[in-house]
């Protein structure tokens, strides 16, 4: 088992910034990547960000390119995802998963069915 958890979620004004953390534990060595994913209100959930541990795969969902970015610390386990340029519609709650298929993860990376563990999220809502 992979045990995920996030932090850094909060209330932030349009335009700011936040930086979320996912702390993967346990069978780590299992996982090849990690996700970021979101789920605002009524809504379904939906990708943001996703990288290998190896950082030689990175994908980001066009709403996010070139405001946020994803990155990885190997040594802590972690995984990061810088917020900048934060707009209303960002508000959801921001779910961390960790997949353990390569070959999935490399053709669906933007669904949540390459992933096989999530993390209880961290809110995020951002002001006009």
């Known amino acids: 088992q992979v045990q995920l958890v996030e932090s850094g979620g909060g209330l932030v004004q349009a335009g700011g910034s936040l930086r979320l953390s996912c702390a993967a534990s346990g069978r780590t060595f299992s996982t090849h990547a990690m996700v970021w994913f979101r789920q605002a209100p009524g809504k379904e959930r939906e990708f943001v960000a996703a990288i290998t541990w190896s950082s030689d795969n990175t994908y980001y969902a066009d709403s996010v390119k070139g405001r946020f970015t994803i990155s990885v610390d190997n040594a802590k386990k972690t995984v990061y995802l810088q917020m900048n340029s934060l707009k209303p519609e960002d508000t959801a709650v921001h779910y961390c998963?960790?997949?353990?298929?390569?070959?999935?993860?490399?053709?669906?990376?933007?669904?949540?069915?390459?992933?096989?563990?999530w993390g209880q999220g961290t809110p995020v809502t951002v002001s006009s």
């Open positions: 998963a960790a997949g353990t298929r390569p070959t999935i993860y490399s053709t669906t990376y933007y669904t949540t069915r390459a992933y096989d563990y």
